[in-house]
């Protein structure tokens, strides 16, 4: 078997996860679920899912750090902007692509957000997105000596204080039936984090 072979069955093999847990988060609570009842839904054994995955926890971490490590890259890789005709503002489209991840696995996150599981899955979510914009702010910072980062004492206090922003935005775009588009969530918290970013940014 070839490494790309190799890959497309993990990824696909991945993905019957993912959907069989999404079915049956519909019918039961996620706290409920157990690993057996996944991997028989995805038509695979126990040790089958743990080829993969050591748990349920690590399943949805993973589901939920790719999602923004591709924002992340995305925005490092195309950090120009598109125009938002109604809004008359640049709205980031990673951060769009983003909030449709959460709206694609709605169901999952309600039921995370509300669940006795709510502080474990907010404290992982608060890890990646902070990491993540740890990572953002090294490279666009201004505090470059001799061609290299200069931290200053505020370069975690960004990205944690960030991290909690959006988190923040998330629970209560799903609280609230979500009244806003994708897209124009996105916009506000795009422009509410950078905003952050960049005034903690200033700080010595």
Same mark, same amino acid.
């Given at each position: 078997m070839?490494? #790309?072979?190799r890959?497309?069955?993990?990824?696909?093999m991945?993905?019957?996860l993912?959907?069989?847990?999404?079915?049956l988060?519909?019918?039961?609570?996620?706290?409920a679920?157990?690993?057996?009842?996944? !991997?028989e839904h995805?038509?695979?054994?126990?040790a089958?899912?743990?080829?993969?995955y050591q748990?349920k926890?690590?399943?949805?971490?993973?589901?939920f750090?790719? !999602?923004v490590?591709?924002?992340?890259?995305?925005?490092?890789a195309?950090?120009?902007?598109?125009?938002?005709s109604?809004?008359t503002?640049v709205?980031?489209?990673?951060?769009?692509?983003?909030?449709?991840?959460?709206?694609?696995?709605?169901?999952l996150?309600?039921?995370?957000?509300?669940?006795?599981s709510?502080?474990?899955?907010?404290?992982?979510?608060h890890?990646?997105?902070?990491?993540a914009?740890?990572?953002?702010?090294?490279q666009s910072s201004?505090?470059?000596?001799n061609?290299?980062?200069?931290?200053?004492a505020y370069?975690?206090?960004?990205?944690?204080? !960030?991290? #909690?922003?959006?988190?923040?935005?998330i629970?209560?775009?799903?609280?609230?039936?979500?009244?806003?588009?994708?897209?124009?969530?996105a916009?506000r918290s795009?422009?509410?984090?950078?905003?952050?970013l960049?005034?903690?940014?200033?700080?010595?």
């Amino acid at each position: 078997m070839t490494q #790309s072979t190799r890959n497309l069955r993990i990824k696909r093999m991945q993905k019957l996860l993912r959907i069989a847990l999404m079915d049956l988060i519909k019918e039961r609570d996620f706290d409920a679920l157990t690993v057996g009842e996944i !991997a028989e839904h995805a038509m695979m054994s126990r040790a089958g899912f743990y080829r993969y995955y050591q748990d349920k926890y690590e399943l949805v971490e993973q589901l939920f750090e790719e !999602a923004v490590c591709t924002m992340i890259n995305e925005l490092n890789a195309h950090p120009q902007v598109v125009r938002d005709s109604e809004e008359t503002q640049v709205v980031p489209e990673p951060f769009v692509k983003f909030f449709e991840h959460l709206v694609e696995y709605e169901r999952l996150y309600r039921v995370l957000l509300a669940s006795k599981s709510r502080s474990w899955f907010i404290e992982k979510m608060h890890a990646f997105l902070k990491e993540a914009l740890y990572i953002r702010v090294q490279q666009s910072s201004s505090c470059i000596q001799n061609g290299k980062h200069v931290a200053n004492a505020y370069d975690r206090l960004a990205p944690e204080l !960030a991290a #909690s922003l959006l988190i923040e935005i998330i629970i209560r775009w799903f609280e609230q039936g979500r009244p806003e588009t994708p897209r124009e969530i996105a916009l506000r918290s795009s422009r509410l984090s950078s905003s952050l970013l960049k005034e903690v940014g200033t700080w010595k």
